[in-house]
Each structure stands twice: as structure tokens, then as C-alpha cells.
């Protein structure tokens, strides 16, 4: 079965660098969301989107800024990066019809900033 | 804010010893409750889930009840085994409106089993 696809799987970029992760959802979810998730810490959730607009909106710095596409994939670009950027950043996807919450995830972008 | 509650770890077990790892949350409605495990260098991967009070979810010989008087949802497995050796997490899913179910995570509970 598809899963959710997220891109680069690794990056690593200079501080005050730009970055953009890519994240394509399970065929026919219609809800993406972001989260960062920290060394050791527990995953974080930014922003997320469903059907192509903003629904909600965590702790994400004003650095950083995401959208979804007519092809329901979902950019995040993080702009000015700063140390304590590095992280996991994970992609997951549901559908919201089904009313159970659950997520879908995918296995990360691995950002490392320099 | 809703929120989540896990049991510290780390937690080493032998193998074929019983393991509970805690989890108690609060949510102003009716939440969603979820295990996920997440293994060295992947993603993370729902191991079980429970919709509404006194559910039971399962999977993999792993187990939590939904609790709402206690407001818990502990996961318990009768024997784990090596390849347990992961981080849970607990996490709810408290839905706002439509198309708006992010999760809240617990801080995790990484677990070791040693032969």
C-alpha cells in the first residue's frame, strides 16, 4: 500500500541557509500536517492543511512557512535557519471523512544545521 | 490545552517479562487515544487505538483500554520480546472540527529488551 512519501530524507545546510521539504500524502487524504520532533523530545506539531487550506497552526516560527498543492502534495520551507532547527521533520496524512484521528506518518526529513 | 501524560523512561525489561508503560491525558472533549512506536532511525508507526471510552485496542500481542474515569489509556504487553525494543509514544486526537485532528504526543517512553 502507499505510504507517505517525504523528501529529502537527509539535508544539511548552513545557518541562515533556506530549506524546503517535500511531503506527498497517502492517494485521496485530504489532511496533511507537519510536526518537528527535537533529539529526544516528542514530535511537535507545526501547521497543518486540509483540502488546500491552513486548519490549524502550532508552534512554528514565523521563519518557516508551508502550503499544500492542487495535487495535495506539501511544502515546508524553513527560511534564515538557525542551530536548533535540526530535527526530524515528519509529514503525516489522513483522511478527515474517516472521523478517528488517525494519522498517517512518514519516516522524516532529517535536517542538520550547521 | 489538551494534554498528555507518559511514564518516564528509560525502561529495560529481560525478555518475556510483562510490560505497562503509563499514559494519562487531558481533553476538554472525547478524544481519540493512540500508541505509536517508533524504531531506531524510522518514522512513527501506529501500534493501537481506541475511539471512545472502554474500547480496548490491540496489535501485535500489545494492548490499552480507554479509561475515562482514570482518564488512561496504559499500554501493557504479557511478554515482549528483543525486537519490542522501540519509543512508544501516547498521543490523543481531541478533533476540533473537520479536517482538523492533529495529535498531542506524550514525551515518549523508550523501551529496551535485553536477551
Known sequence: ?114 | GDSVTQMEGPVTLSEEAFLTINCTYTATGYPSLFWYVQYPGEGLQLLLKATKADDKGSNKGFEATYRKETTSFHLEKGSVQVSDSAVYFCALSDRVNFGNEKLTFGTGTRLTIIP
Open chain 1, 1 to 114: 500500500a502507499a505510504g507517505v512519501i517525504q523528501s529529502p530524507r537527509h539535508l544539511i545546510k548552513e545557518k541562515r541557509e533556506t530549506a524546503t521539504l517535500k511531503c506527498y500524502p497517502i492517494p485521496r487524504h485530504d489532511t496533511v500536517y507537519w510536526y518537528q520532533q527535537g533529539p529526544g523530545q516528542d514530535p511537535q506539531f507545526l501547521i497543518s492543511f486540509y483540502e488546500k487550506m491552513q486548519s490549524d497552526k502550532g508552534s512554528i516560527p514565523d521563519r518557516f512557512s508551508a502550503q499544500q498543492f492542487s495535487d495535495y502534495h506539501s511544502e515546508l520551507n524553513m527560511s534564515s535557519l538557525e542551530l536548533g532547527d535540526s530535527a526530524l521533520y515528519f509529514c503525516a496524512s489522513s483522511l478527515s471523512v474517516q472521523g478517528l484521528g488517525e494519522l498517517f506518518f512518514g519516516e522524516g526529513s532529517r535536517l542538520t544545521v550547521l
